[in-house]
């Protein structure tokens, strides 16, 4: 049974920055692509950014690319969003998933607010 765990997440300043976490388990972590998304209130759920298995690939969506990188460690299972330059409208849940499946993480609660 694959199991997804966020954690990281809480109440940042404009400008500031996060690192969130999300910790695998039940699944040869190494082999997936792996990706990040966001639901803010009353929006539809968007996709942040991918991984690559080997952790040599990225891509992001617009609103976060130059802000946010995505990296992991395979031999800890984990994956990593490291969130910069934080801006209110990154106020969101954000949730780890293993890329085209049904695996999601619970998700994390970020909040961007003076």
Same mark, same amino acid.
């Given at each position: ?23 695998? !388990? ?5 082999? =997936?692509?792996? !990706? ?57 849940? =954000? =949730? ?19």
């Amino acid at each position: 049974q694959v199991r997804l765990v966020e954690s990281g997440g809480g109440l940042v300043q404009p400008g500031g920055t996060l690192r969130l976490s999300c910790s695998a !388990s039940g699944l040869t972590f190494k082999n =997936y692509v792996m !990706s990040w998304y966001r639901q803010a209130p009353g929006k539809e759920r968007e996709l942040v950014g991918n991984i690559n298995a080997s952790g040599t690939g990225t891509n992001y969506g617009d609103s976060v690319k130059g802000r946010f990188t995505i990296s992991r460690d395979n031999a800890k299972s984990t994956l990593y969003l490291q969130m910069n330059n934080l801006k209110p409208e990154d106020t969101a849940v =954000y =949730y780890c998933r293993r890329a085209l499946s049904r695996d999601w993480g619970q998700g994390t609660q970020v909040t961007v607010s003076s």
